[in-house]
């Protein structure tokens, strides 16, 4: 691979957060492929969903309890596709955390994968920034 694309893969990728003061009231993290390239989860994520080669990782994403409901993480997610437009980012949830797949298809992410990694079910999701 060119050392140019090797280079732009392993670019910093976003951290967004949000505070209200002093507090922060929600953060949004990313991280690129090769950064995650050790973790067995994330591992088992591209295998059930491969993602196009400069595909970032999403997340995780909180919001802090008082701050739920609000918009605030479809905030969050309309600054990091400014901040990494036309690239794809992919991401798993369990498919028993109801709040965060009904979130997540919300803001427009498409469900397009799934996998069981130690005895539990994920569903993996893309979207284009």
Not at 101 to 110: N, Q
């Amino acid at each position: 691979m060119p050392r140019s694309r090797v280079m732009d893969m392993m670019k910093e990728m976003p951290l967004i957060v949000s505070r209200r003061g002093e507090r922060v009231t929600a953060f949004l993290m990313t991280t690129s492929r090769a950064m995650n390239a050790d973790l067995p989860i994330v591992q088992a994520m591209f295998a059930a969903y491969h993602g196009a080669p400069d595909a970032y990782v999403y997340g995780p994403i909180c919001v802090g309890e008082q701050e739920r409901g609000k918009g605030l993480a479809q905030k969050l997610f309309a600054d990091l596709r400014r901040l990494e437009p036309g690239r794809e980012g992919v991401l798993f949830i369990r498919t028993d955390n109801e709040a965060s797949l009904r979130a997540h298809l919300k803001m427009g992410m498409k469900e397009v994968a799934g996998f069981s990694f130690n005895g539990s079910d994920y569903a993996v999701f893309s979207y284009i920034g």
